[in-house]
């Protein structure tokens, strides 16, 4: 599964907004969010759709589709609860 494109990241704008607004989260370059000097959060694309690679335990990327609305809603849900921690 490749890194995701600027074409990918382009679907992804609402969500990428969203993402730069929790706090604790910064974005080093275009859809790479970090946790302090830790790499927290970022996309991969293939045939299937749209992916992010999130650690929201903070040790083990976890893979979460983000194709559709609802998987975007549900892995903000999922990092913001995860930044309050």
Do not use: C, I, Q, W
């Not at 679907?11 to 907004?17: A, K, T």
């Not at 293939?46 to 609305?69: H, I, S, W």
């Amino acid at each position: 599964m490749k890194h995701v494109t600027s074409t990918g990241l382009d679907e992804l704008d609402g969500l990428l907004r969203d993402l730069r607004g929790v706090d604790g989260l910064a974005e080093r370059s275009r859809g790479v969010f970090y946790r302090g000097s830790r790499a927290f959060l970022h996309f991969h694309e293939d045939p299937t759709g749209l992916y992010a690679d999130v650690r929201l335990d903070g040790v083990e990327f976890e893979r979460m589709r983000v194709t559709t609305k609802a998987e975007r809603k549900k892995l903000l849900s999922r990092v913001r609860a995860a930044a309050r921690r």
